[in-house]
């Protein structure tokens, strides 16, 4: 464990912005397969944003427009921009990457953030 380190959550006024970042520490991840999830209390853990094999990008609904999620390959490292925040996107932001073997996918976490918006 430990492959997956995040940081930069914490609190801010509704309307203001967080940059996330995630580092793997292991080279055994591809930067496209990594991605961001959240988990608000009392609710299932859901997407934010990832990338799409061979291009683009996937986000929520409710974070389109406001959220974009980018990367430096160099670094192995991708980020969550986090604009024009509400309340509602109090939670906690996971880091996800995956492996593909044979089909399967494993999935890999990091320990979280905790972003609170006040309003």
């Known amino acids: 464990q430990g492959h997956l380190v995040e940081s930069g959550g914490g609190l801010v006024q509704s309307g203001g912005s967080l940059r996330l970042s995630c580092t793997a520490s292991?080279?055994?991840?591809?930067?496209?397969?990594m991605g961001w999830y959240r988990q608000a209390p009392g609710k299932q853990r859901e997407l934010v944003a990832t990338?799409?094999?061979?291009?683009?990008?996937n986000s929520a609904d409710s974070v389109k427009g406001r959220f974009a999620i980018s990367r430096d390959n160099a670094k192995n490292t991708v980020y969550l921009q986090m604009d024009s925040l509400k309340p509602e996107d109090t939670a906690v932001y996971y880091c996800?990457?995956?492996?593909?073997?044979?089909?399967?996918?494993?999935?890999?976490w990091g320990q979280g953030t905790q972003v609170t918006v006040s309003s």
């Open positions: 990338f799409l094999s061979g291009g683009g990008t």
């Open positions: 996800n990457a995956y492996r593909l073997r044979n089909g399967i996918r494993t999935d890999y």
């Open positions: 292991t080279r055994a991840f591809s930067t496209e397969t």
